[in-house]
């Protein structure tokens, strides 16, 4: 399983725009990358996934370096609601779909 | 609403006990996953099954057991209950006729509270 690195915590304004990294250096491949959050008192949720290009959805845009080895969530602009904890995964299947700490994303009135 | 049903949604037992815990998938999803999620651990990845079969294995415990069945609903058996299993389960299905599309649909979790 690739590991990853993401901030702990982060804070945004309602209204403006999340910009939420993910280090994922050890990346396979055909590891896709896949992005969910987990709002207070619910299951995960998914978000996005994308394996090299930028990918989007209604939901929020992911945006992948070219060597692969970082991914950014883009939420354009942030509503109370948005307040989650969000994971980044690189997963392919029949590997270990794993969880890591994710960000806690904490979005200011 | 995700689909995927989990029952039940609270249960209270002693240390030494044994309880199951159900999970329907989504209608079509072929494979189930088992996450537990406590406090001070994240969400920890179990186990996932695949048209009644394992397919990969996480850190699930020895007094833990899972199965899915031909119906494709899947029960997490957890004996010998200890305080440290005090935890919310997650179930996950996907895998809708057999593809995956990228998306794990969870459930609102069991909430297992040990005393």
């Known amino acids: 399983d690739a590991k990853t690195t993401q901030p702990n915590s982060m804070e945004s304004n309602e209204e403006e725009p999340v910009h939420l990294p993910c280090n994922h250096s050890?990346?396979?491949?055909?590891?896709?990358i896949h992005w969910y959050r987990q709002l207070p008192s619910q299951g995960p949720e998914y978000v996005i996934h994308?394996?090299?290009s930028n990918v989007n959805n209604r939901m929020a845009s992911l945006a992948i370096a070219e060597d692969r080895k970082s991914s950014t969530l883009i939420l354009h602009r942030a509503t109370l609601r948005d307040a989650a904890v969000y994971y980044c995964i690189p997963y392919n299947y029949g590997q270990n779909f794993v969880f890591g700490p994710g960000t806690r994303l904490s979005v200011l009135p | 609403d995700s689909g995927v049903t989990q029952t039940p949604k609270h249960l209270i037992t002693a240390t030494g006990q044994r309880v199951t815990l159900r999970c329907s998938p989504r209608s079509g999803d072929l494979s189930v996953y088992w996450y537990q999620q406590s406090l001070d651990q994240g969400l920890q990845f179990l186990i996932q099954y695949y048209n009644g079969e394992e397919r990969a294995k996480g850190n699930i415990l020895e007094r833990f057991s899972a199965q899915q069945f031909p119906d494709l609903h899947s029960e997490l058996n957890l004996s010998s209950l200890e305080l440290g299993d005090s935890a919310l389960y997650f179930c996950?299905?996907?895998?809708?006729?057999?593809?995956?599309?990228?998306?794990?649909?969870f459930g609102e979790g069991s909430r297992l509270t040990v005393l």
């Open positions: 050890t990346i396979s491949g055909t590891d896709y």
């Open positions: 994308g394996l090299t």
């Open positions: 996950a299905s996907s895998m809708r006729g057999g593809a995956f599309t990228g998306e794990l649909f």
